[in-house]
């Protein structure tokens, strides 16, 4: 039986010598921001886990689509973002109703937000944040801790 095992093992066993890979390649560490990474925050203190937020970092940017379900039945006209290099909040009609603190530093002048209305009557807010000038290394996420001025 171990032959018939060893010999289905030598079949399934693919050519790869037109990839031009060795097995040194293999070793090297891959650049720590040449992959994309993505994951989800949440979007509540109340330990809720909302999964409110997915994220995709690149080497100069986080991109975020925030689903706050505390934000149902705002109309997305009504909503506005503020990015500072260390936070991003959330006003409904001028009146700040979420905030958080972000995992990295930003550069609050290279922001594009968009707000749309969202499924279930949750609006939809698509953020593109550029890290700060001068940062190194990945944020590993985008919502470090939600702010205490939350109403949400």
Known sequence: ASLRAASAMRSASVDVADLKVSMDDLDKPLEELTVDTRGVDHT???????DGCAWTERADSVEAVLRIPGLRGQP?????VDVTPTSCTVSSFGMAVWSCLLKGRANPESVAVDVSDGADAVPTIELRIGKAEG?????GGFIESIGEDSIL
């Not at 509540?44 to 909302?50: F, H, K, M, V």
């Not at 940062?135 to 944020?139: H, I, V």
Request: no cysteine; aromatic share 6%.
């Open 44 to 50: 509540s203190r109340t330990g809720i886990q909302d």
């Open 76 to 80: 997305s006209g009504s909503l506005s």
């Open 135 to 139: 940062t190194s290394g990945r944020w």
